[in-house]
């Protein structure tokens, strides 16, 4: 009876550390927000190729004893003391941002592109986007927090000038970071969401429709565990500069809820609305060249 009962409390921890869903119904996701560095960096390089004038290389590391990040890193191959951007794509689109991380290198700034949690081994194996969007957003802050640990030790990093650029789910993610991590002095925000659960119970473009009908109960946890976590909070605890970047004929974002995240941010702000789709155009990726080279002087 007592090895039953032993194996059965065995059973019982495992479930609650490994399986998300019967650790969920109690885990409070704001937070677990703070990251607290416990596990190693075990940062390994993938590949180490050159670029005109930078070093690219594409490396894992330890997001926590679970899961390894997967991202690139550009440094100039001068010797100098730089600023440093963090970029993070929209789901499917984990190269988006490398060319511009290597021309900003090339201009004298080290650049890492961090891929979104599901495209991370172990994670993509599982994952649902839509099940996993609240872990997702955790670990992507803690991978962001993890990255800029370790690059601003690096004697190449300027630790004072750390700016930060998302597209779509990482602008959404970059209201949040920014209130999270106070050693991100600048972001730009391109086609985020100023509130995740609102926009899923509204849901005007019908993307969660499908969710929604399958099971309700399921969908009402997963946006019950998103309404801890909305950027139009965290987005006032922060005092970075933000730009926010609008497309006019976004297929994701409605008018409104690019309208309500401008509303939400306090100053300094800068607005810019672009004559594009979600993917935005040269013009958006010119701005912000410009508006990063200029804050970093």
């Excluded at 399986?19 to 560095?37: G, H, I, V």
């Excluded at 005109?52 to 100039?76: C, G, L, W």
């Excluded at 926009?199 to 997963?222: C, I, R, T, Y």
Aim: charged share 25%; with cysteine.
């Amino acid at each position: 009876m007592k090895c039953r009962l032993l194996k059965l409390a065995g059973i019982l921890v495992f479930s609650f550390l490994f399986l998300p869903s019967a650790r969920s119904q109690n885990f409070n996701y704001a937070d677990s927000l703070r990251f607290d560095a416990k596990y190693p960096l075990n940062l390994r390089v993938i590949k180490d190729s050159t670029a005109t004038a930078v070093r690219v290389q594409q490396v894992e590391f330890a997001v926590n004893k679970r899961y390894n990040a997967s991202a690139v890193i550009t440094t100039p191959l001068k010797k100098g003391k730089y600023p440093l951007i963090i970029f993070q794509p929209w789901p499917g689109q984990g190269d988006e941002f490398i060319p511009e991380a290597i021309k900003f290198s090339q201009h004298g700034f080290v650049c890492i592109s961090i891929d979104g949690p599901w495209q991370w081994q172990g994670f993509k194996e599982r994952s649902k986007f839509f099940e996993d969007y609240p872990d997702f957003i955790v670990h992507s802050i803690w991978a962001t927090s993890r990255s800029i640990d370790y690059l601003e030790k690096r004697p190449e990093v300027n630790p004072q000038k750390v700016y930060y650029v998302g597209h779509s789910y990482g602008a959404t993610l970059g209201g949040l970071l920014v209130g999270v991590e106070p050693r991100i002095k600048a972001a730009i925000l391109m086609a985020g969401l100023p509130n995740i659960s609102r926009s899923m119970q509204e849901d005007e473009l019908g993307f969660w429709k499908k969710d929604k009908e399958k099971d309700p109960a399921l969908f009402n946890q997963v946006v019950q565990k998103l309404s801890q976590m909305e950027p139009e909070v965290y987005l006032q605890k922060s005092k970075a500069k933000i730009y926010h970047q609008i497309a006019k004929q976004d297929e994701f974002v409605t008018a409104k809820q690019s309208r309500e995240y401008i509303e939400a941010t306090p100053e300094p702000k800068q607005v810019k609305y672009y004559d594009t789709k979600h993917t935005f155009n040269q013009a958006a990726a010119t701005d912000r060249f410009q508006w990063l080279t200029q804050i970093a002087k």
